[in-house]
């Protein structure tokens, strides 16, 4: 049974490229994360899908990052213009909401980022 | 507002010893609290979880946790530690219906021979 798969796994570009990160989540889940995990600031929710609609993007940290949900099994997060400071791992969870909150999100393996 | 405060960024043990790893919650509504484990290059997964009957809950790979409201806590715990138990782990809490996780900063344990 395959997990949340990321793509790439690493990525290393230059200050003021565009970054697409990609996330398929687990078939059948309803419900999709973006985290952001640093040394300095932990593990950040940057926006969470249900049924493919961004129910919150207030983690998003400025205008340059979007993130889009086409259908059920596929997310993108971009970055455009990248900056040093986006340097991190980027997680995509997803899950099957039940609507309680007490559900299991299954993380990913990350996509680590490098910004020079 | 929800938060979760983990004392202690690193832990070390020796194999064999208890593990204790503490997390304490702020919730003005009964959570729902999680750990998660990262090993290295990984992502998190989900060692054990507690949403709402019995509060000692046990997990994965040996792991438990008893939730103590009185006390806001959530403390993991494991009676013989493993080599392969050294990871980092994260408490997450949940107040229900939004499933925002707020995680805390991790606890890096390190289990020594």
């Known amino acids: 049974d395959a997990g949340v798969i990321q793509s790439p796994r690493h990525e290393v570009t230059e200050m003021g490229q565009e970054v697409t990160l990609r996330c398929k989540p687990i078939?059948?889940?309803?419900?999709l994360f973006w985290y952001r995990q640093t040394m300095m600031r932990g593990l950040e929710l940057l926006i969470y899908?249900?049924?493919?609609?961004?129910?919150?993007d207030s983690g998003m940290p400025e205008d340059r990052f979007s993130a889009k949900m086409p259908n059920a099994s596929f997310s993108t997060l971009k970055i455009q213009p990248s900056e040093p400071r986006d340097s991190a791992v980027y997680f995509c969870?997803?899950?099957?909401?039940?609507?309680?909150?007490?559900?299991?999100?299954?993380f990913g393996p990350g996509t680590r980022l490098l910004v020079l | 507002a929800q938060s979760v405060t983990q004392l202690g960024s690193h832990v070390s043990v020796s194999e064999g010893a208890l593990v204790l790893l503490r997390c304490n919650y702020s919730?003005?509504?009964?959570?729902?609290l999680f750990w998660y484990v990262q090993y290295p290059n990984q992502g998190l997964q989900l060692l054990l979880k507690?949403?709402?009957?019995?509060?000692l809950v046990k997990g994965i790979n040996g792991f438990e946790a008893e939730f103590k409201k009185s006390e806001t806590s959530f403390h993991l715990t494991k009676p013989s530690a493993h080599m392969s138990d050294a990871a980092e782990y994260f408490c997450a809490v949940n107040e229900g219906g939004f499933q925002k996780l707020v995680f805390g900063t991790g606890t890096r344990l390190l289990v020594s021979p």
């Open positions: 969870a997803s899950s099957l909401a039940g609507g309680t909150g007490g559900e299991t999100q299954y």
């Open positions: 507690y949403t709402t009957g019995a509060t």
């Open positions: 919730s003005s509504v009964p959570p729902y």
């Open positions: 078939s059948g889940h309803n419900s």
């Open positions: 899908f249900n049924n493919n609609v961004p129910i919150d």
